[in-house]
């Protein structure tokens, strides 16, 4: 595995008020400026133009977050080395995408501005406005070492050696965080799949979409790409679920009522396992934590 993050650029449309417009502010409440804490909108998020630029953020980081594993260091995560050149064409692709959206956007920024002078009314500077908006998004991808420096090796042996211990931690760490979502993931889908297979609503079957099993039969395939098979039980319980589930067809759980039962009870026997590790979990992280206070 190697790090890999995703970073933005992006324009911040929330600004705090200066001081002496949170103290006429803070006069209509008969309070003190210095305790109130209040902010303008510079423009408006709703508007379509800027909702498709959000959406495209919104789509690469779950891109990132799909295919890759948690690292606990913020803003980085873990990917197979084999993975790096689809990872970024794919941050190439959502980049030319965002560029699109901007210059979509950037149309609309006349009219935005006007449309938040009239909403903020006194509050409206134009100090607070870029003149454009096209080199205020951005999005790119780096592979950030997480490994200490080989020079140290030879500068500070000791302190090598202690880098290396605590990036070994740092690796563990990641290990845990792994299998907690994995199995959170896993333990979601079964418990929602279950619960529309099982029971009635007035006599009939309840509704279910064709995505309940179409999202367990994408973990399973997720699961394979990333697993670092680190946890036995996990990967014995992940087989189980993907045997129950291989071949089934939403309409045949909407069709056969012997297939319903006879999926509802595997999935019965995988949640109670679930169950188990979910409750194990929390008591390794404390253990944890008491070990690094």
């Known amino acids: 595995m190697t790090a890999a993050r995703l970073s933005f650029t992006w324009l911040g449309v929330r600004k705090s008020l200066t001081r002496h417009q949170k103290d006429q502010a803070a006069d209509s409440f ?16 709703s508007h379509p133009a800027f909702r498709q630029v959000t959406a495209v953020r919104g789509r690469a980081t779950q891109y990132w977050k799909t295919v890759s594993l948690p690292y606990p260091e913020p803003g ?29 956007l950037n149309d609309h920024y006349a009219e935005l501005r006007v449309s938040a002078r009239e909403r903020l009314g ?9 003149t454009s908006l096209l080199d205020c998004f951005d999005l790119e991808c780096d592979f950030p070492s ?8 030879r500068l500070n042996p000791a ?34 799949l279950a619960e529309k297979i099982s029971g009635t ?20 395939e997720r699961f394979q790409s990333l697993n670092i098979h680190s946890n036995e039980q996990l990967d014995d ?11 089934v067809q939403p309409q045949q759980l909407r ?3 012997t297939t319903r039962q006879h999926i509802a009870t595997g999935l019965a026997s995988v949640q109670s396992t679930l169950d188990q590790l979910l409750v194990d979990r929390p008591r390794r992280n404390i253990q944890r934590r008491r070990s690094q206070s």
């Open 201 to 220: 609503d007035d006599g009939k079957p309840k509704v279910f979409r064709d995505s309940a099993v179409e999202n367990m039969q994408q973990f399973f």
């Open 122 to 130: 006194e509050l409206f500077c134009n100090a607070d406005y870029p």
């Open 30 to 45: 008969d309070a003190e400026g210095k305790f109130l804490s209040a902010g303008k909108k510079l423009l408006d998020i």
């Open 255 to 257: 069709r056969s009522e």
């Open 237 to 247: 319980l992940v087989n189980r679920a993907e045997q129950l589930m291989s071949g």
């Open 159 to 192: 302190l090598y050696e202690q880098e290396c211990q605590r990036m070994k931690q740092r690796f563990d760490e990641a290990v845990r965080l792994t299998e907690a979502a994995f199995t959170e993931e896993l333990a979601k889908l079964v418990d929602h």
């Open 146 to 153: 997480v490994e200490p420096p080989d020079y140290l090796r």
């Open 76 to 104: 980085i995560r873990l990917i197979r080395r084999e993975h790096i050149k689809r990872f970024s064409d794919a941050v190439a692709a959502f980049r030319t995408e965002l560029i699109d959206a901007v210059l979509a």
